[in-house]
T-cell receptor, first 116, second 114 residues
Framework: GAGVSQSPSNKVTEKGKDVELRCDPI?????LYWYRQRLGQGLEFLIY????????KSGLPSDRFSAERTGESVSTLTIQRTQQEDSAVYLC??????????????FGEGSWLTVV | GENVEQHPSTLSVQEGDSAVIKCTYS??????FPWYKQELGKRPQLIID?????GEKKDQRIAVTLNKTAKHFSLHITETQPEDSAVYFC?????????????FGSGTRLSIRP
C-alpha cells in the first residue's frame, strides 16, 4: 500500500475487555514497530519485528500485552483485560532496511484507544 | 542498552528566532540519525536525517549537525515560524545492520511565540 495502515482508527472499550489493533505495513517493509503514546507524552517502544528474527518484546509493559506478525505482513497488537491506563494512541511503524539509505521508518496514523 | 537523551523537553522561542534541540546517544556503532516532527494529533514524520560520514546537513531553514566523537547531534531551525510549533523527536540506529532497532529520544515540545 501507499503507507502504513492501522485499524481501527478509534476504539472505545470497557475496562476489562480485550482489544485487537491491526497494522498493515508498507509492502516489502521487513521491520515493524509498535509504540504507545499517551496524551502529551513521548513514544514508548513496545515491540519490534524484523524479518524472521525473534521479536524484541522488551517494551511490552505487562503480560496483558502481546503482538504477532505473520511473515512480513500484517501485525496485530492485543491488549487483554484493558485498564484505564491503557488509554493512548498506539502507533505502528515500518521500515525497509537498505544499506544505502538506512532504516527510515514510516508511521501509521495510529489507533486511538479509550478505556472507560 | 542503547539510549538516546534529548534536551530540552520544552522550548519556547519568539517567531523569527532560532531553535536548537540537542541529543546524545550511547551506542558508538550508531551511524544514522533521523529527526521526526509530530504536529498535534498527527503521526510523526521524518523531516531530516544525517549519516555518520557527514558532519552537517541543511534543508532550507532546518539543519542537523553531528559530533561523532562526543556522540552528540543537534537540530537547528532558523527564522522560526508558527507552523514549526510541534513535538520533535531525535533518533539513532545502525545503518549497517538490518537487525538494528531505531531508538527515539523523549521529544521536545517547541512553541513559537507570535
Amino acid at each position: 500500500g501507499a503507507g502504513v495502515s492501522q485499524s481501527p482508527s478509534n476504539k472505545v472499550t470497557e475496562k476489562g475487555k480485550d482489544v485487537e489493533l491491526r497494522c498493515d505495513p508498507i509492502s516489502g517493509h521487513t521491520a515493524l514497530y509498535w509504540y504507545r503514546q499517551r496524551l502529551g507524552q513521548g513514544l514508548e517502544f513496545l515491540i519490534y519485528f524484523q524479518g524472521n528474527s525473534a521479536p524484541d518484546k522488551s517494551g511490552l509493559p505487562s503480560d496483558r500485552f502481546s503482538a504477532e506478525r505473520t511473515g512480513e505482513s500484517v501485525s496485530t497488537l492485543t491488549i487483554q483485560r484493558t485498564q484505564q491506563e491503557d488509554s493512548a494512541v498506539y502507533l505502528c511503524a515500518s521500515s525497509f532496511w537498505l544499506q544505502s539509505s538506512g532504516n527510515t521508518i514510516y508511521f501509521g496514523e495510529g489507533s486511538w484507544l479509550t478505556v472507560v | 542498552g542503547e539510549n538516546v537523551e534529548q534536551h530540552p523537553s520544552t522550548l519556547s522561542v519568539q517567531e523569527g528566532d532560532s531553535a536548537v534541540i540537542k541529543c546524545t546517544y550511547s551506542d558508538s556503532a550508531s551511524n544514522y540519525f533521523p529527526w521526526y516532527k509530530q504536529e498535534l494529533g498527527k503521526r510523526p514524520q521524518l523531516i531530516i536525517d544525517i549519516r555518520s560520514n557527514v558532519g552537517e546537513k541543511k534543508d532550507q531553514r532546518i539543519a542537523v549537525t553531528l559530533n561523532k566523537t562526543a556522540k552528540h547531534f543537534s537540530l537547528h531551525i532558523t527564522e522560526t515560524q508558527p507552523e514549526d510549533s510541534a513535538v520533535y523527536f531525535c533518533a539513532a540506529s545502525r545503518r549497517d545492520s538490518s537487525a538494528s532497532k531505531i531508538i527515539f529520544g523523549s521529544g521536545t515540545r517547541l512553541s513559537i511565540r507570535p
